[in-house]
């Protein structure tokens, strides 16, 4: 037998006049006459974590039976329904990190810091912070190495606008970051996409040379489109569909941050949005979570945070089914059944487009599956019911199969105020190779995980 086929590294970088583009997962790749779940190229793992703050509506998102998801899901995750088979929804977790100190007060506005370590987080307005090491950080130690972006950390909210006054003597960073490389080391959480993507896309540029680029108007892929075209002919009629597929999405991509640059739109009142970043919250997430998913197409980053907004944001949402409703005031319901049932939609709305992201990662091939085949993901909130920052039966789901390691389809209900969130955390180290006797809170693991 005579075995002709090339194979090109899974590491391939088209580079030219400033830019490096990534290049998605190709036959070409998988080296001749191996089987493909052998080998690296069958996909690498990733690990996202999504934190949204003020809990949720009681009464919309708990499943009525514990064991496998009915047809129909809870109001808050119908968006996720296409996805039942990727899906577990955990109830009863406690997160207890999140609670006041003994003694104190006024820690339940500025804790998103503990969400991803179940630490509770030194009371201070300082400098001298300190919250736990979060396990997206762990996890990116373990599998970001070979990456150009060991990890990425992303908003959809500014930290310098009118969303929080940072009192009760916590500081900002604690709510501005959910992502810690160290106790004492928060990571900032990038807000603007256009800086998102010319991290992955614009290595070896100068910051001179993208302005120069935007402002002619270039596609990156137009400085590499000679490298582009060469590629094409060595590789098989499948992979150049999946390679069209993969730069027309990085030309989309670019032509919307393009229009987000040149927007002149007006703000919603009273909310601060530096220039660049698209106005509106429907439009700047997409984007986050397509520029997430490119990312992970490309291999160049396995992990990432997003911060769906931050505590005590007043922002209204005027793409959900409660246009006017601001979220903190919202929170707020007063057990009110109407203004319940409108804290519901908003909290349905954050689920739809963390269903986008789902989508995309659905629905992109990667070795001998999908992106969501290969990836886990997480998210929560470290509140139950917010009306009265209760911190108990705090929801909390997980989604993709993490290479099979994952099962899916399944509502795991947990004892009211007996199990910490740092539990579910060192079981999802677990799901990484990552095994550790405790973290934060914990006490011990999550039973049928």
């Not at 391939?12 to 052998?38: E, S």
């Not at 229009?259 to 439009?283: K, L």
């Not at 993490?402 to 099962?407: D, E, I, Q, S, Y």
Request: hydrophobic share 35%.
């Amino acid at each position: 037998m005579f075995i002709t086929k090339k194979s090109i590294p899974r590491r391939t970088l088209l580079r030219g006049a400033g830019a490096a583009l990534g290049l998605p997962l190709l036959d070409a790749m998988v080296p001749a006459a191996t089987v493909l779940a052998q080998t690296a190229a069958s996909g690498p793992r990733r690990f996202f974590a999504g934190f949204v703050p003020h809990g949720a509506a009681p009464g919309y998102w708990v499943p009525e039976k514990e064991g496998p998801l009915a047809a129909e899901l809870p109001f808050t995750w119908k968006p996720l329904e296409p996805y039942r088979d990727n899906l577990t929804i955990l109830t009863g977790l406690h997160a207890t990190s999140s609670e006041p100190p003994p003694g104190e007060t006024g820690a339940d506005h500025w804790v998103a810091a503990a969400f991803l370590c179940a630490e509770k987080p030194k009371k201070t307005a300082g400098a001298d912070v300190h919250a736990g090491h979060t396990i997206d950080q762990i996890i990116a130690e373990k599998i970001g190495r070979e990456t150009l972006l060991p990890s990425v950390e992303m908003s959809v909210e500014d930290p310098g606008s009118g969303s929080s006054n940072c009192g009760e003597g916590y500081s900002c960073v604690y709510t501005n970051t959910f992502s810690w490389a160290s106790p004492t080391t928060p990571l900032p959480m990038e807000l603007n996409p256009q800086v998102v993507f010319e991290r992955m896309f614009g290595s070896g540029s100068t910051p001179e040379q993208r302005v120069a680029r935007r402002q002619r108007n270039q596609s990156i892929l137009d400085s590499i489109n000679a490298k582009i075209s060469s590629l094409r002919k060595e590789i098989s009629v499948p992979d150049r569909s999946r390679l069209d597929n993969f730069t027309e999405n990085v030309r989309e991509i670019e032509r919307r941050l393009q229009i987000a640059a040149n927007a002149t739109t007006t703000a919603p009142e009273g909310f601060a949005v530096p220039p660049g970043i698209p106005q509106s919250f429907d439009e700047h997430i997409k984007l986050m979570f397509d520029l997430l998913a490119l990312g992970f197409q490309a291999d160049i980053t396995r992990v990432a945070t997003l911060l769906f907004a931050r505590d005590l944001t007043g922002r209204v949402y005027p793409e959900s089914e409660a246009p006017t409703l601001g979220f903190h005031g919202g929170s707020h319901h007063g057990e009110d059944p109407q203004r319940i049932d409108q804290l519901s939609k908003i909290n349905q709305y954050h689920v739809k487009m963390l269903a986008h992201f789902v989508d995309k990662l659905a629905k992109t091939e990667d070795g001998d599956g999908s992106l969501l085949d290969h990836s886990l993901l997480l998210y929560g909130s470290n509140m139950g019911n917010p009306n009265q920052h209760l911190h108990y039966d705090v929801p909390h789901v997980l989604l993709g199969g993490n290479h099979g390691l994952m099962k899916g389809g399944r509502h795991l209900a947990y004892p009211t105020k007996t199990v910490p969130t740092g539990n579910l955390l060192v079981s999802l180290l677990d799901q990484f190779d990552i095994h550790r006797e405790s973290i934060g809170d914990s006490t011990g693991r999550l039973e049928n995980i």
